[in-house]
């Protein structure tokens, strides 16, 4: 089984700054792509950024300058630091992870439990 374990999440004024982290732990060969989606209410999920494992990122547009994700491959560990914080940034994030489990195996999507992200005065 592989976990995703999300830590960071809180209440920041405008302007403000987090960083968030994302460990995947368990049975793990590798790790192809690790990812960050947001979801406010009544909304649908979506992507704000992601990284592959050789360093390729792509962001959404509404975070692009403000925001940078990397990871740590041999910690099995994406990180999200958050600038310039704005209050439509305000919602559950989630981490997401494409892992191989084994060798030859194929790769299954897994997602973290979710940290909420609050930007307000």
């Known amino acids: 089984q592989v976990q995703l374990v999300e830590s960071g999440g809180g209440l920041v004024q405008p302007g403000g700054s987090l960083r968030l982290s994302c460990a995947a732990t368990?049975?793990?060969?590798?790790?192809?792509?690790m990812g960050w989606y947001y979801q406010a209410p009544g909304n649908q999920r979506e992507l704000v950024a992601s990284i592959t494992s050789d360093g390729t990122t792509n962001y959404a547009d509404s975070v692009k300058g403000r925001f940078t994700i990397s990871r740590d491959n041999a910690k099995n560990t994406v990180y999200l630091q958050m600038n310039s914080l704005k209050p439509e940034d305000t919602a559950v994030y989630y981490c997401?992870?494409?892992?191989?489990?084994?060798?030859?195996?194929?790769?299954?999507?897994?997602w973290g439990q979710g940290t909420q992200v609050t930007v307000s005065s």
């Open positions: 368990g049975s793990i060969f590798a790790i192809n792509s």
């Open positions: 997401r992870a494409l892992v191989v489990r084994q060798r030859g195996g194929y790769q299954a999507q897994y």
